[in-house]
């Protein structure tokens, strides 16, 4: 799996709800989409490389969310 592809996908996503006035509505949501809508395998892979420090082009909305609520997934 290319994390690089995941990285930037997670992006957008951030990038989407990063623009909602509410900030914690905005990271539950980005937490809620990647868990809806991303297969195991791919949230697994971003999981790895964040631990791993391998995820450095990711947004930190998106590093916050997915650190928030990675427990729940």
Known sequence: MNVDNLIKMANQIG???EAMPDREEALADIAGHIKR???PRMREALLQAMDRGDA???DAIVC???GRYRAGW
Do not use: C, R
Request: aromatic share 34%.
């Open 56 to 58: 450095p082009g990711l």
């Open 15 to 17: 990038g989407f709800f």
């Open 37 to 39: 809508f991303w297969a």
């Open 64 to 66: 916050e969310a997915v």
